[in-house]
């Protein structure tokens, strides 16, 4: 899912995404084949983080070009838990980059560098996992943005979870609001393998911006 939770693999542990992941707009659609996302644990309450991914784009004019996609180094750091406080609360600052500045030329990765220090916070409800998610998007080139999400996951079996997200962003001053209704499911495979996929369609978003179709389908890595 988009919004993040305070949960980090472990001490010594790392926890590894591998996916396919699409965005589709009218007369375009862009591939991450595959995103990579690599969390370690530092710790039982730290993760680093890298993300990046090489991006396919092909649009109605013209046939498809690849390259390197942003790229992305976050720390978070989980300073409550549930289990002692009632809920658990961390903060996942990151900055998301370009290596190869050709890629925002071709239309592969946005311009300028972006930092977020988002918050998350999570509890559990009876059978229903609350995830929350707020904080600022500070780009140096454009506006800055407010960045929200909100995840609820049930289990239906003990291999299987379902979950529904709103995510959102908005322009410092509270317009320009983009909505994002996403739809996913966690099917644990093996212990040391998570199948994770998801389903999105943006709901609402500026008069002159087209509305975008999201899907991920990849494999949680955990040892």
Not at 167 to 173: E, N, Y
Not at 174 to 199: C, P, W, Y
């Amino acid at each position: 899912m988009i919004t993040d939770d305070p949960g980090t693999p472990g001490n010594g542990k790392f926890e590894i995404n591998l996916a396919v992941a699409f965005e589709q707009r009218p007369h375009e659609i862009s591939w991450d084949v595959p995103a990579i996302d690599i969390n370690y644990g530092l710790g039982d309450r730290i993760q680093l983080t890298l993300q990046t991914a090489p991006v396919l784009l092909k649009r109605s004019d013209h046939g498809p070009i690849g390259g390197l996609g942003s790229t992305e180094v976050a720390v978070k750091w989980r300073f409550l838990d549930e289990e002692t406080s009632g809920f658990s609360v961390s903060t996942f600052p990151r900055v998301i980059f370009n290596v190869v500045h050709s890629s925002v030329r071709r239309g592969l990765a946005d311009d300028g560098t972006r930092v977020q220090f988002p918050v998350q916070v999570a509890r559990k409800f009876g059978v229903v996992d609350i995830d929350l998610e707020f904080g600022p998007l500070l780009n140096s080139v454009g506006r800055s943005e407010w960045l929200y999400g909100m995840v609820g996951g049930t289990e239906v079996t003990k291999t299987t979870e379902l979950m529904a997200e709103l995510h959102g962003a908005s322009r410092i001053s509270f317009d320009q609001d983009v909505l994002m209704v996403n739809f996913g499911i966690r099917q644990k495979l093996t212990d040391h393998a998570i199948l994770i996929a998801s389903l999105g369609h943006e709901v609402r978003t500026p008069a002159d911006q087209p509305l975008a179709f999201i899907g991920y389908c990849g494999v949680q890595l955990l040892y």
